[in-house]
C-alpha cells in the first residue's frame, strides 16, 4: 500500500466512457508474476500501432499532457478482477483518477493500492477538462485528509469511505489488521454452520 | 422490517464490525486460478504465512491452458510458468489442486458448482470478476482483486463494505429459441452495464423460478457486466435437487444443520431494496450485441440503433441503422463460463445435428470443464459436433480471453457464447458478437448472423 495525503499535479485527459480493464492492461500481458514493470503495457492496444510504434494520436504520447493523475469517463475500470489494471496505472505513475463513475472491483483495487479513486459530479468533470484542455498546465490539488479536489477557484468534496481513508492515509494493508485478528476469526468458525471442505 | 437474502447471507457471515459501514466478513470457499494469484502467494512469502485454512481453498488452471494435447507440456513459456507458479505454490502451502490431467480441472465458476464445492448461503470469492456465477446456487459470490486474494489466504477473511440491494424480476415464459443468455443479455441492453454499479443483484420472478440451475448461472455469471459486484437466485428444490449426490456436498449432521439453514434463504415479503426493475419474459427475443460492451445488445430481428456509440461502431465495423441479418461472420466459439455447461452443449448439438457448418467459419466447442467433456463425450455430443465441422476441443477459458493459443484473428468476426465484446478481448483486433449457444451455432451453420428460430421446427424450443 503506497501512502497518500496531498497531491498537487498536472492532469491527462481520456475521455472515453466505459474504459474497461481490457483496454487498461490487455490479458495477454497478465502472464506475469510479479507485479513490477507493466506500466510498459498500460493502453498497450491504444497506445500502439500495429507496428509497434507509438500512436500519435493517442493522449499519453501527445506532450501536451502530463501529470499523475489521469481523467477518464463514467464507469471507469468496468470487466475484469485484474488487479493488474491498478498496478499498470500506477507503475507508469499515476497516483489518482478522475472519474464520474468507478466500476466496483476497479474501486477497490484501487483503495487497496493506494491510487485515489476520485468520483465527482458531471458538472465539475466538465469545468474540470474544460480547464484543463484551455491550459494543460492547469494545476490540480487532491487532498485526502479533507476530501477536496482543487482547481483555479473551483473545489469540490469527493467521498472516501472513512475506514479506507485512514488506510491511505497511513499506509496500512487489510491483511496485516485481519492477521492480527486470527483468534477472533477462529471463535467464529466454531459457532458457523457451514462446514469446510471435506477434502478426502 | 424484513430482510433481503443478501442480508441474511451476510449477516450469518460478519466476524466483526469495523464501523457502521464496514464489516470482516468470513469467507466459506475461495477459488484460486493461475492468473490473479502468483503475486498474492508472494505477499504470504514475503511476511511469513501459511495458508490459514487450507479446507476452505481450492485452486486450478484454465485461463492460461492449451485446449488441445493437454497432455503435454505447455508450450508458450510464459503460460508454462504461470501455471507451474500456480503448481509450485499449492505444494508449498499445501493447497487442494485440480490442476491440468486431474478429472476435476476445468474452468473455476464450472467446477465449483458441479463439484458441490459451491453451496447455498456461503460467501464465495475468487480473483475473477465473473465469481458472481456461483450466486446461481443462491451464494454470496463475487469477484476481488489479488490484494483480497492474499487477505482471503492469510485469514479466510475480508474487510467489506456491504453492497446495495438491487431486485431484478421476469416473470413469464421464453418463448421458442429464447435462453438464459438472451435474458442477461436484454436485461443488459436495457440498464446498460453500469446499471447495478454498486449493488448486489437477486434476480427473482416467475422467469428464474422456472430456469434450470445451469440457466442461472449463465444469468449470475453475467451480473458483473451489469456493474453489479455479484447476482442471486434463492435456493429452491431445484438447487437441492441439483447439489444431491455432488462429490463434495457435506454429509450427515452437518448437511442437516445446512439444510435447516437454507430453508431460511428467501428475501422477506417486508425486505426493502435500493433499486428495482421488473422485465417481461415475453419481450425477450434472442439477442446479439453490436458493440464493444455487453450491453451493446439487440434483438436479433432489430437494427442497430442510431444513437450507437460511434467509437464501438467503427472498431466493429458496423452500421448504426443496418440489421445484422446476413452478415458475413468468421468464427464461432461455443465455450467460457457463461455458456459451456452439458445443458449449453447439448443445446448447440440439438440445433447442429445433422446439418454442416459453413466452410469459411471456423467453429470450436470448448466444454467448460473435464467433467462436462466426459459427459459431452458419453452422449456422443462430441461426434455431433465434429461431423458438423466444428473442433471439440478440452477444457479451459480459451477464446474467452485469448491467454492461451486460442484467439480471434485481426478483423474477423466471432459469434461467442462468452460475456465480454470488449475490444481486443479475443484477440487484437477481433469483433466479437455475444450470443446464446443456439445463436451461436444457427450462425456457424449459416457463416452468417442468423436468427435462429428460423432453423428451428416447431417441436424444438
Ligand atoms: S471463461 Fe472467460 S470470463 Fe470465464 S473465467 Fe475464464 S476468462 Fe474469465
Known amino acids: 500500500m503506497k501512502k497518500f495525503d496531498q497531491l498537487t499535479t498536472t492532469a491527462i485527459p481520456l475521455l472515453i466512457d466505459h474504459i474497461d480493464t481490457d483496454q487498461i492492461i490487455p490479458a495477454r500481458f497478465l502472464k506475469t508474476t510479479v507485479k513490477t514493470g507493466i506500466g510498459e503495457n498500460l493502453f498497450r492496444d491504444w497506445r500502439y500501432l500495429p507496428n509497434t510504434q507509438p500512436n500519435p494520436d493517442f493522449v499519453l504520447n501527445q506532450s501536451t499532457y502530463s501529470g499523475e493523475l489521469l481523467i477518464g469517463g463514467e464507469n471507469f475500470g468496468c470487466g475484469s478482477s485484474r488487479e493488474h489494471a491498478v498496478w499498470a496505472l500506477m507503475d507508469f505513475g499515476f497516483r489518482v483518477v478522475m472519474a464520474t463513475s468507478f466500476a466496483d472491483i476497479f474501486k477497490q483495487n484501487a483503495l487497496n493500492n493506494g491510487l485515489i479513486p476520485l468520483q465527482v459530479a458531471p458538472a465539475f468533470w466538465e469545468s474540470c477538462v474544460q480547464a484543463i484542455q484551455n491550459n494543460p498546465s492547469t494545476k490540480i490539488t487532491v487532498d485526502l485528509n479533507d476530501q477536496t479536489v482543487k482547481f483555479n477557484d473551483e473545489s469540490a468534496h469527493f467521498e472516501i469511505d472513512a475506514f479506507r481513508k485512514q488506510c491511505i492515509l497511513k499506509g496500512y494493508t487489510d491483511l496485516d489488521y485481519l492477521v492480527s485478528i486470527q483468534d477472533e476469526i477462529t471463535a467464529f468458525e466454531a459457532a458457523h454452520t457451514v462446514p469446510a471442505i471435506g477434502f478426502q | ?461
Open chain 2, 1 to 461: 422490517m424484513g430482510k433481503t437474502l443478501l442480508d441474511k447471507i451476510w449477516d450469518k457471515h460478519v466476524v466483526k464490525q469495523i464501523d457502521a459501514v464496514t464489516d470482516v466478513l468470513y469467507i466459506d470457499r475461495h477459488f484460486v486460478h493461475e492468473v490473479t494469484s502468483p503475486q498474492a502467494f508472494s505477499e504470504l512469502k514475503e511476511k511469513g504465512l501459511p495458508v490459514f485454512r487450507i479446507n476452505n481453498t481450492v485452486a486450478t488452471a484454465d485461463h492460461n491452458v492449451p485446449t488441445k494435447d493437454q497432455h503435454l507440456p505447455i508450450q508458450e513459456a510464459l503460460s508454462r510458468k504461470q501455471v507451474d507458479t500456480l503448481i509450485a505454490n499449492c505444494k508449498e502451502f499445501g493447497v487442494e489442486l485440480y490442476g491440468l490431467g486431474h478429472p476435476f480441472q476445468g474452468i473455476v465458476h464450472v467446477i465449483g458448482p458441479e463439484l458441490g464445492l459451491t453451496l447455498p448461503g456461503i460467501t464465495a470469492v475468487c480473483g475473477d470478476s465473473h465469481t458472481s456465477t456461483h450466486g446461481a446456487l443462491g451464494a454470496v459470490a463475487f469477484g476481488i482483486g489479488t490484494s483480497q486474494v492474499a487477505q482471503t489466504l492469510a485469514a479466510q477473511c475480508l474487510i467489506m463494505k456491504r453492497p446495495k440491494k438491487m431486485r431484478i424480476s421476469v416473470n413469464g415464459s421464453l418463448g421458442k429459441g429464447v435462453t438464459p443468455k438472451d435474458v442477461i443479455l436484454y436485461i443488459a441492453s436495457q440498464i446498460s452495464t453500469s446499471g447495478a454499479t454498486d449493488h448486489f443483484i437477486e434476480f427473482a420472478g416467475t422467469t428464474f423460478e422456472a430456469m434450470s440451475i445451469e440457466g442461472r448461472m449463465t444469468v449470475c455469471n453475467m451480473s458483473i457486466e451489469l456493474g453489479a459486484r455479484g447476482g442471486l437466485v434463492a435456493p429452491d428444490q431445484k438447487t437441492f435437487d441439483y447439489l444431491k449426490g455432488r462429490k463434495f456436498l457435506p454429509k450427515d449432521q452437518d448437511l442437516e444443520q445446512l439444510q435447516a439453514y437454507w430453508k431460511t434463504l428467501y428475501s422477506d415479503n417486508e425486505a426493502t431494496f435500493d433499486k428495482e426493475v421488473t422485465f417481461h419474459a415475453s419481450d425477450i427475443d434472442p439477442m446479439i450485441t453490436y458493440g464493444t460492451n455487453p450491453g451493446l445488445g439487440i434483438k436479433i430481428q432489430d437494427q442497430v440503433p442510431l444513437e450507437a456509440p460511434k467509437k464501438s461502431l467503427e472498431y466493429m465495423a458496423v452500421e448504426a441503422g443496418q440489421s445484422l441479418i446476413g452478415k458475413r461472420i468468421e468464427n464461432v466459439f461455443i465455450g467460457s463460463c457463461t455458456n459451456a455447461r452439458i445443458e449449453d452443449l447439448r443445446l448447440a448439438a440439438s440445433l447442429v445435428k445433422g446439418r454442416t457448418t459453413a466452410p469459411h467459419v471456423n467453429a470450436m466447442v470448448i466444454p467448460g470443464s473435464k467433467q462436462v467433456e466426459k459427459q459431452a463425450i458419453e452422449e456422443g455430443l462430441d461426434k455431433i459436433f465434429e461431423a458438423a465441422g466444428f473442433q471439440f476441443r478440452q477444457p479451459g477459458c480459451s477464446a474467452c480471453l485469448g491467454m492461451n493459443e486460442d484467439k480471434v484473428p485481426k478483423g474477423e468476426y466471432c459469434v461467442s457464447t462468452s460475456n465480454r465484446n470488449f475490444e481486443g478481448r479475443q484477440g487484437v483486433g477481433a469483433r466479437t458478437m455475444l450470443a446464446s449457444p443456439l445463436t451461436a451455432a444457427a450462425c456457424a451453420i449459416t457463416g452468417t448472423i442468423t436468427d435462429v428460430r428460423e432453423m428451428m421446427s416447431y417441436e424444438e424450443v
